[in-house]
């Protein structure tokens, strides 16, 4: 069974800093690019950020770039966010997403198979 659990999530002060985990289990996704996307209160799921494989191509939207950074550990499984100068505009329940099969389309949630429960991310002002 495949599982994606994320962690780090909670409350923070704007300008404040948070790093996401989230360890993949049932299977390694090594081998494949894997992003975070967020969703707020009535809006759409969209995207964050994603990594290549090996770490040597990340991808950020506009709204986080510059300020977030993905990061991997195949070794453990597991994929990161760290989150610095955080601002209301962040606050959302944050997800991390794998795929089955190789995609350019990263930043397009119809590219991922297996997603998180979420983690609650929010920052007052």
């Known amino acids: 069974q495949v599982q994606l659990v994320e962690s780090g999530g909670g409350l923070v002060q704007a300008g404040g800093s948070l790093r996401l985990s989230c360890a993949a289990s049932g299977r390694t996704f090594s081998s494949y690019t894997m992003g975070w996307f967020r969703q707020a209160p009535g809006k759409e799921r969209e995207f964050v950020a994603a990594?290549?494989?090996?770490?040597?191509?990340?991808y950020y939207a506009d709204s986080v770039k510059g300020r977030f950074t993905i990061s991997r550990d195949n070794a453990k499984n597991t994929l990161y966010l760290q989150m610095n100068s955080l601002k209301p505009e962040d606050t959302a329940v944050y997800y991390c997403?794998?795929?089955?099969?190789?995609?350019?389309?990263?930043?397009?949630?119809?590219?991922?198979?297996?997603w998180g429960q979420g983690t609650q991310v929010t920052v007052s002002s």
């Open positions: 990594i290549s494989w090996n770490g040597g191509g990340t």
């Open positions: 997403a794998a795929p089955t099969r190789y995609s350019g389309s990263y930043y397009s949630s119809s590219a991922y198979t297996y």
